[in-house]
T-cell receptor, first 111, second 115 residues
Framework: GENVEQHPSTLSVQEGDSAVIKCTYS??????FPWYKQELGKGPQLIID?????GEKKDQRIAVTLNKTAKHFSLHITETQPEDSAVYFC??????????FGKGTSLLVTP | NAGVTQTPKFQVLKTGQSMTLQCAQD?????MYWYRQDPGMGLRLIYY???????DKGEVPNGYNVSRLNKREFSLRLESAAPSQTSVYFC??????????????FGPGTRLTVL
């Protein structure tokens, strides 16, 4: 099945700086790559996703890039704010239905 | 519109006890999923239901059973709880019936401790 590796496991940045989280996947047939944000005590929530027919997608301060050749995709958060502090998960499809999640990155944005 | 609800929010069991975790959705979505989340392990799929009347095993199904009662409800049962099942359990729903990946909408979770 799909194997998703996520790095780093923890990330601390100062408010206003950028944060980058990277994930690699193993199945070259994978075609959908979402990113979820989980705040303390809550369930994960989709923040952005990308499909394999594009290389980059942006939504305000958040962007995702995809390199299908290298089989990795990254989450970029610019102008970080304290409310961006959370755990972020990447994921890739398991046979096109459920998702295989990375182990998560705990992001801390300090004022 | 509550979205995805899970009951109970917290539960403490003794080894060998049984219990059922409930998940309900008012989003009229077809697919429903049960995940468990353990520290440093991310989310792992236990069981899923692509549509009413169907269920399939995920990555870690041992020790669990599920029932898709109707389109709205998907329950997870622990017949004989073990300490290894201490975890946070999340239910998720997806608009489609599988095959095409789509947004997963998660419930707030059930925190289970087995002593």
């Amino acid at each position: 099945g799909e194997n998703v590796e996520q790095h780093p496991s923890t990330l601390s940045v100062q408010e206003g700086d950028s944060a980058v989280i990277k994930c690699t996947y193993s199945d070259s047939a994978s075609n959908y790559f979402p990113w979820y944000k989980q705040e303390l005590g809550k369930g994960p929530q989709l923040i952005i996703d990308i499909r394999s027919n594009v290389g980059e997608k942006k939504d305000q301060r958040i962007a995702v890039t995809l390199n299908k050749t290298a089989k990795h995709f990254s989450l970029h958060i610019t102008e970080t704010q304290p409310e961006d502090s959370a755990v972020y998960f990447c994921a890739a499809p398991i046979s096109g239905y459920a998702l295989n999640f990375g182990k998560g990155t705990s992001l801390l944005v300090t004022p | 519109n509550a979205g995805v609800t899970q009951t109970p929010k917290f539960q403490v069991l003794k080894t060998g006890q049984s219990m059922t975790l409930q998940c309900a959705q008012d989003m009229n979505h077809n697919s429903m999923y049960w995940y468990r989340q353990d520290p440093g392990m991310g989310l792992r799929l236990i069981y899923y239901s692509a549509s009413e009347g169907t269920t399939d095993k995920g990555e870690v199904p041992n020790g669990y059973n599920v029932s898709r009662l109707n389109k709205r409800e998907f329950s997870l049962r622990l017949e004989s709880a073990a300490p290894s099942q201490t975890s946070v359990y999340f239910c998720a729903v997806v608009p489609g019936s599988g095959g095409i990946p789509d947004t997963q909408y998660f419930g707030p979770g059930t925190r289970l401790t087995v002593l």
